[in-house]
C-alpha cells in the first residue's frame, strides 16, 4: 500500500472495518492492533505512525477502566457506543490520550494507543512538538503520540470509518505473535489486583515503546 502526502491516504480496503472494532474481545484487539498504521488529517496536513504499544480496558469489571462497574457519565458516554470511533480525554489537565472505542454498543471497551513509530508527515510532527530532529520521546507515550498527530478532545467520538474523517487506522506489516510482549499496564496502580493483568501490548525492540515496567 502507497501513500502519497499530496493526494492524502487511500482509504480503501486497507482501512480497518467496523466488524474489526465490534467484537467482544478487546484484549485481542488490542494485541492486533500492534503494526497497525494511525493516521490523521489536521488542517489538511496527514500525519501517521505505526502502532507499537496499546493497552486494553474493559467495563464493567475493570477497575482501571473510566466505566468501571459500566459507570456512565458525560466523559464515559462515548465508551457506550459502538465499536470504531475515537475516544480523546484530557489526563491531569495536560496531555490529550487517544483511545479506539471497541465491542459492541453499551459494552464501554476501549483500546489506548500509548506509541507509535513516525512513519508519514515527520516534519509537522516535530513542529507540534517542538523538536527540531528526530528523537526517541517524539511519539512515544500517550500524550506525545496525540501531540505529535495533532489530536485534541475536539476529535472526541470521531467515526474511524469515514472517507473525510480525521482519524483513522489501517493495516499495517502481519506481526509474529512471538514479537509481541504482554505485561501489566502502565500507572494504574490504584486498580488493586486488576492492576496486574497483562493488558498492556508492545513490539519486542521497538525503540519507540514506553520503557519496561
Not at 55 to 65: F, I, S, V
Not at 87 to 108: D, E, K, Q, R
Not at 128 to 145: F, I, V
Amino acid at each position: 500500500m502507497h501513500f502519497d502526502p499530496e493526494a492524502g491516504a487511500m482509504r480503501s480496503e486497507a482501512v480497518l472495518s467496523p466488524s474489526f472494532y465490534r467484537s467482544p474481545d478487546v484484549v485481542k484487539i488490542a494485541r492486533l492492533l500492534i503494526g497497525s498504521v494511525l493516521h490523521t488529517r489536521i488542517d489538511g496536513v496527514h500525519t501517521a505512525g505505526v502502532i507499537v504499544e496499546t493497552e486494553a480496558y474493559r467495563a464493567p469489571e475493570d477497575k482501571a477502566c473510566h466505566a468501571y462497574g459500566n459507570k456512565r457519565t458525560p466523559r464515559t458516554e462515548t465508551m457506550f457506543e459502538a465499536g470504531g470511533i475515537s475516544y480523546v480525554y484530557l489526563c491531569y489537565g495536560i496531555h490529550h490520550l487517544f483511545n479506539v472505542v471497541t465491542g459492541p454498543a453499551g459494552s464501554a471497551h476501549a483500546v489506548l494507543i500509548r506509541a507509535i513509530q513516525p512513519l508519514i508527515g515527520l516534519e509537522r510532527m516535530l513542529t507540534r512538538r517542538g523538536h527540531e530532529q528526530l528523537q526517541k520521546n517524539l511519539t512515544t507515550g500517550p500524550g506525545s503520540l496525540t501531540r505529535a498527530l495533532g489530536i485534541t478532545k475536539e476529535l472526541n467520538a470521531v467515526s474511524l470509518q469515514g472517507s473525510d474523517s480525521p482519524i483513522w487506522i489501517t493495516q499495517g506489516s502481519a506481526v509474529a505473535s512471538e514479537r509481541i510482549v504482554a505485561s501489566p499496564r502502565v500507572g494504574v496502580d490504584y486498580a488493586a489486583e486488576c492492576a496486574q493483568w497483562p493488558w498492556r501490548f508492545r513490539l519486542k525492540d521497538s525503540p519507540w515503546v514506553s520503557p519496561a515496567k
